[in-house]
């Protein structure tokens, strides 16, 4: 028997203006219209059964999507071309694609080590530090759940 085989994909989404809260659901619903204003109903139906929210971060604005691998490109293209999310300015940086989930993690963990050491190295109040390293250090531990 043959196994499914996924990719999946680490982003960054940006807000120009609005401080709305993403959830998962919304993104990926945003996600599917994109894929079907790009490639129809063809690739909707198409990558409808595997698109799948993996995790998301709203403080790090990260997110791994899982897809088919026969439907990377639709779903790569897809992201690329996104440009709002409910109405309001939004965009989506593809940081990597992986064939497993525990690649995307380490990058992941890297990149967010990288986004904190940064953020802590500037002036800011001790209550939002200690909110960053709690939010960091819960991080931490849902990537190593992703396993």
């Known amino acids: 028997m043959v196994r499914f085989k996924n990719r999946y994909f680490l982003c ?3 807000q120009d203006d609005s401080k709305i809260e993403i959830v998962a659901s919304q993104l990926l619903r945003e996600i599917k219209e994109s894929i079907h204003l790009n490639f129809g109903d063809f690739g909707l139906g198409k990558t409808s ?4 929210m993996k995790y998301i971060n709203s403080v790090s604005r ?3 999507l899982r897809a ?3 439907c990377k490109d639709l779903v790569w293209n897809s992201l690329m071309f996104m440009n709002y999310l409910d109405g309001q300015p939004f965009h989506i940086r593809i940081l990597g694609c992986s064939g497993t989930i525990k690649k ?3 990058k992941a963990r890297r990149l967010l080590t990288r986004w904190i050491h940064k953020v802590l190295k500037n002036e800011i109040p001790e209550k939002m530090k200690d909110a960053l390293l709690k939010d960091y250090k819960q991080t931490q531990q849902i990537l190593q759940d992703l396993n």
């Open 12 to 14: 960054e989404y940006y």
């Open 49 to 52: 059964f595997s698109l799948n």
């Open 62 to 64: 990260i997110f791994i």
């Open 68 to 70: 088919a691998r026969d």
């Open 104 to 106: 995307c993690e380490i």
